[in-house]
């Protein structure tokens, strides 16, 4: 949020990844001031978009129907976009920022695409090398667009957090989904890296 100047009142934030950093993000936008939060997931995503929605989101995006749809999760319609379906929310405007933690060059291309004409972007998912953006730069340019890659923590941000959390106003338990000892480390692992019983963070304890 501090490499996009922040979130100025009323403004119109969409998050990309509802992992842990997303659900971070919604919460923080939320107490920045923004006006509209949209988390935007995949498929296999509906527990964590449902955990958004509980915490502070607007409204919950998924790329395709689904059976079952807990109140305010919209699908994409037939053939649209997730992008597309961000400014049908946003009177065809698009976000005014958009916070992606996905970690895909797709998720990347949509969220430029679901940005507002001179909007900002942060990218802050593709943390490994090796994935490339496949990007109409029209968008970019025409668009009057900022666009930030972030990975480092900025100077203070620790102290910052903390006094989110000591005003309420972010809640990082509903992300700490499962407890182990230190000794059975692996089997942590496995739980974080393949989202075992909806993983999202896993504590270890000595």
Not at 3 to 11: H, L, Y
Not at 13 to 37: D, E, K
Not at 163 to 175: C, I, T
């Amino acid at each position: 949020f501090e490499r996009a100047g922040s979130v100025r009142g009323g403004e119109t934030v969409a998050v990309v990844g509802p992992g842990a950093l997303g659900l971070l993000a919604v919460q923080i936008a939320r107490a920045l001031g923004a006006g509209q939060v949209i988390v935007v997931g995949a498929v296999g995503d509906e527990a964590r978009l449902s955990l958004a929605m509980k915490m502070g989101a607007d409204s919950a995006l998924t790329p395709r129907p689904l059976a079952r749809l807990p109140p305010g999760q919209f699908p994409a319609g037939e053939g649209e976009s997730l992008a597309q379906a961000v400014r049908d929310l946003t009177a065809g405007r698009g976000a005014d920022l958009v916070i992606e933690f996905a970690g895909s060059a797709e998720a990347a291309r949509q969220s430029i695409e679901m940005t507002r004409r001179g909007g900002r972007v942060v990218l802050g998912g593709s943390t490994s090398p090796g994935r490339r953006l496949d990007v109409d730069l029209s968008l970019i340019v025409r668009g009057q667009l900022d666009v930030f890659g972030t990975v480092a923590n900025p100077r203070g941000i620790s102290r910052r957090a903390n006094e989110l959390m000591a005003k309420g106003l972010v809640d990082v338990r509903p992300l700490i989904t499962h407890h182990l000892p230190l000794s059975e480390f692996a089997r942590a692992w496995e739980f974080f890296r393949d989202r075992r019983e909806g993983a999202i963070r896993v504590m270890m304890h000595p």
